[in-house]
């Protein structure tokens, strides 16, 4: 993570509370919700740390060790696909995302190596994505809306606000950790801003 902007923490918590109420009131005026886990469909982001997928799920027991001690309630633990009749921990941006924690508690409390701790510089979740058509920014729908930028726990280096011939939006930058604030905060539903696995990239 870019080591000239300190994340304030307790602006995150702060905000999240916020948050979760500007998803409910989105979800209501559109007809549905999005403050359940339910965005099963979407991309498979791991926790920090996590080995290469299937690596993961050859170590991963379902443990929930990690999703215990994430602070932000990041983690879920969702069932597998694989017939095992096992879970597996999962991050869903809209429904919470991962904050880096201080202590990057989930890769220290694995117990199978399924996550390995790595320094918070080079914590690779996913990659973030701006979809233009649906970018309130890029589509004129809302020129000023920047809650991506604005949110980013990283800073310009990640994401920020470009013009272009085609028009201006935010834009993902080289020190995207994949953390999903951007996601999380997106207010269009499914979020024009998504976040997908490096190998999905």
């Known amino acids: 993570m870019a080591r000239d902007k300190e994340i304030d923490r307790k602006a995150f918590f702060t905000e999240g509370p916020l948050s979760f109420m500007r998803a409910f009131m989105q979800g209501v005026h559109q007809g ?5 886990p339910s965005n099963l469909e979407g991309p498979v982001l791991r926790p920090p740390g996590a080995a290469p997928e299937a690596d993961f799920l050859d170590l991963c027991t379902g443990s929930a060790q990690c999703a215990l001690a994430c602070p932000a309630d990041a983690i879920l633990m969702l069932p597998r696909e694989d017939g095992s009749g096992l879970e597996a921990p999962r991050i869903i941006p809209v ?29 690779r979740v996913g990659l973030a994505e701006v979809n233009h058509e649906t970018c309130y920014a890029w589509n004129g729908t809302d020129e000023e809306c920047n809650f991506c930028v604005t949110r980013c726990p990283v800073g310009e280096s990640a994401i920020r606000v470009e013009e ?4 201006k939006g935010p834009v993902i930058g080289e020190t995207c950790v994949g953390c999903g604030v951007c996601e999380q905060h997106c207010p269009e539903y499914p979020g024009a801003v998504r976040v997908f696995p490096i190998e999905s990239t």
């Open 95 to 123: 429904d919470g995302a991962c904050v880096v924690c201080d202590d990057l508690s989930c890769m220290k409390v694995c117990p199978t190596g399924a996550l390995t701790l790595v320094p918070r510089e080079e914590i």
């Open 32 to 36: 549905e919700t999005r403050i359940q």
């Open 164 to 167: 272009r011939e085609d028009g």
